[in-house]
């Protein structure tokens, strides 16, 4: 299932730089104030993406896109749903991150993470290096490993079970 991938943050790139991947939630969007949204029965997805454009930056993750794209180009890979870009593309612009293209999950896509993202990550290996991948997921980060492309775990977010049982088990973001 194809990931849309229609819009860009900024200028185009030049395509012959490495390519850095950074995912946006608890990586460079700190989701805190939000993931009450998914502790509750049931959980309520519409006000958990609804809340998004809220997100305070997260400082290290911010510090490293904007110092990696000096010499990267920038790739958002998300898994929110793909009825959020605009907030997305908004939060990414409205918080001076670089430039780049932003993948985001089919609204009907329900695969684990580590799944649509490693699809993502072989797609982009295939016209350029992919130099860094920056997650907060460890089983996204375990697997992009195992297939062969450096990681950089993001462990300044704040954790949640709740978070991570929607990337993995739910497919949701």
């Known amino acids: 299932m194809p990931w849309n991938r229609s819009s860009r943050v900024g200028r185009v790139t030049d395509n012959s730089r490495p390519v850095a991947v950074f995912d946006l939630d608890n990586t460079l969007a ?3 104030h939000r993931q009450r949204f998914l502790e509750a029965q049931p ?4 006000a958990f993406f ?3 454009p809220q997100d305070p930056p997260l400082a290290e993750g911010v510090a490293l896109a904007r110092e990696t794209a000096e010499s990267c180009e920038i790739v958002y890979l998300t898994g929110r749903p793909a009825r959020y870009r605009n907030d997305t593309l908004e939060w990414l612009t409205t918080h001076g991150l670089p430039e780049g293209r932003l993948y985001m999950r089919p609204d009907t896509d329900r695969r684990p993470a580590r799944f649509t993202k490693l699809e993502i990550l072989h797609e982009l290996a295939r016209g350029s290096e992919i130099r860094m991948l920056v997650d907060d997921d460890e089983l996204v980060c375990h697997d992009a490993e195992r297939a062969g492309f450096p990681v950089v775990r993001a462990r300044w ?3 949640s079970v ?3 049982d929607a990337q993995e088990r739910q497919g949701r973001t």
């Open 50 to 52: 609804a809340a998004a």
């Open 157 to 159: 977010g704040t954790p």
């Open 43 to 46: 959980r309520d997805w519409a």
């Open 162 to 164: 709740a978070l991570k």
């Open 30 to 32: 700190d989701t805190a």
